[in-house]
C-alpha cells in the first residue's frame, strides 16, 4: 500500500509508523528499511495506548482502544502535513475475523483501498511479488499484546519479556510465526507457537526452552 502510495503521489504520500512498547523492534527495523526502500517519507509518532487502562485489561475490545490512539496520531500527522486521506491495510480477508478495530478506522474516516477493490491476502502477496517488495513473503505478525490470551491483564514488562524472548527464538529457528505467553501456575510463560514445518519437530521445542527460559 505503500508503493502503492508513493508511486501514484510522489512526495505526498507519508507513511507513519506509531512506536510503543507493544511494536516489536524488528517489526519497526523492518518498517524503516521497506519505507527507505521505497523511498516514501516516513515519520514516527510515539504511541501511548499502553498507558490506557481500557487496553491494559485486554478485554476483546483492546484493538479498538489501540486503533483509536493510532488513528488520532495518524490524523494530527495528516494535518500536519497537509493531507486528506487516511488508508489502512485491511483486506478483504480480514473482515471475517473479530476486529474491533474496524469500528475504529470507520469511526475516524479512515479508508481501506484494499477491500474497496477486493483484494485478499493472496491478491497482495501476488502484488507485492511483481513489486520485488520483501513482504510478499513476510509472515504475518500481529503486535506483541496479541500474544497475551484475551482477559490476561498486559504489563510492559511482560511485553518487553515477550519480544526479548521472540528475539532469542528468531535467532534460533530460520522461521519462527509468534511467541504467545501462557502463564502456568508458577506464573512463568512456555508455550511457544511456530510454523507448521518447525513446530512439528519436537526437538525444537527442547532445543529453544533453556534458552528463553530466564527471559521469562
Not at 508513493?6 to 511494536?23: K, M, N, Y
Not at 519479556?161 to 529457528?173: F, K, P
Not at 522461521?175 to 512439528?200: I, K, N, Q, Y
Amino acid at each position: 500500500l505503500a508503493r502503492a502510495a508513493h508511486d501514484a503521489l510522489g512526495d505526498r504520500a507519508l507513511a507513519v509508523t506509531a512506536v510503543s512498547e507493544s511494536l516489536a523492534p524488528r517489526e519497526l527495523d523492518e518498517a524503516k528499511d521497506l519505507a527507505a526502500r521505497i523511498g516514501i517519507e516516513h515519520r514516527l509518532e510515539a504511541s501511548s495506548e499502553t498507558t490506557l487502562p481500557q487496553y491494559l485489561v485486554n478485554d476483546s475490545n483492546r484493538c479498538y482502544h489501540c486503533k483509536t490512539e493510532l488513528y488520532s496520531i495518524c490524523r494530527r500527522a495528516a494535518e500536519e502535513a497537509d493531507l486528506a486521506v487516511i488508508v489502512n491495510g485491511l483486506n478483504t480477508d480480514d473482515l471475517t475475523d473479530h476486529r474491533p478495530g474496524n469500528r475504529a478506522a470507520d469511526e475516524a474516516g479512515v479508508r481501506s483501498p484494499f477491500v474497496e477493490l477486493g483484494f485478499d491476502k493472496t491478491a497482495i502477496r501476488e502484488h507485492s511479488e511483481r513489486l520485488g517488495l520483501p513482504t510478499a513473503t513476510k509472515p504475518e505478525l500481529a503486535c506483541l499484546a496479541s500474544r497475551f490470551p484475551t482477559g490476561t491483564p498486559i504489563t510492559i514488562g511482560g511485553l518487553e519479556r515477550v519480544a526479548a524472548a521472540e528475539q532469542v527464538v528468531a535467532g534460533l529457528l530460520d522461521a519462527v510465526r509468534d511467541l504467545h505467553p501462557a502463564p502456568d501456575r508458577e506464573g512463568r510463560w512456555r508455550r511457544l507457537w511456530l510454523p507448521g514445518e518447525v513446530g512439528g519437530d519436537q526437538g525444537q521445542h527442547h532445543a529453544v526452552q533453556p534458552v528463553i527460559s530466564p527471559l521469562m
